[in-house]
């Protein structure tokens, strides 16, 4: 599942230079993840560094792409070329 963040953020910007894969960015009002790039750092670390890190805690799974661990190790190896 990718994860996501919510209207909680406080735009602190402690995530964006965390995360492996450049999946969050500044969005409009607040930091987003690209659901696409998000890989909950799999292939990376043990944890998801954003969610580390946050401390508002305002980044949890997004339900609208619910993801395998199977399928995030996929995302995982398309991202960076590594099997």
């Known amino acids: 599942m990718a994860l996501m963040i ?6 602190c910007d402690v995530c964006e230079p ?4 450049e999946a969050i960015s500044p969005g409009d009002d607040i930091y987003v993840i690209d659901p696409d790039l998000c890989t909950e750092c799999v292939g ?7 969610v580390e890190v946050c401390p508002v ?3 949890p799974h997004d339900p ?6 199977e399928e995030l190790w996929e995302k995982y ?3 960076t070329g590594k099997k």
């Open 57 to 59: 805690d305002c980044i």
């Open 77 to 79: 190896y398309i991202l």
């Open 18 to 21: 965390e995360c492996p894969n």
């Open 44 to 50: 990376h670390y043990e944890t998801s560094q954003c």
């Open 64 to 69: 609208d792409h619910v993801e395998t661990k």
């Open 6 to 11: 919510t209207d909680e953020c406080i735009n």
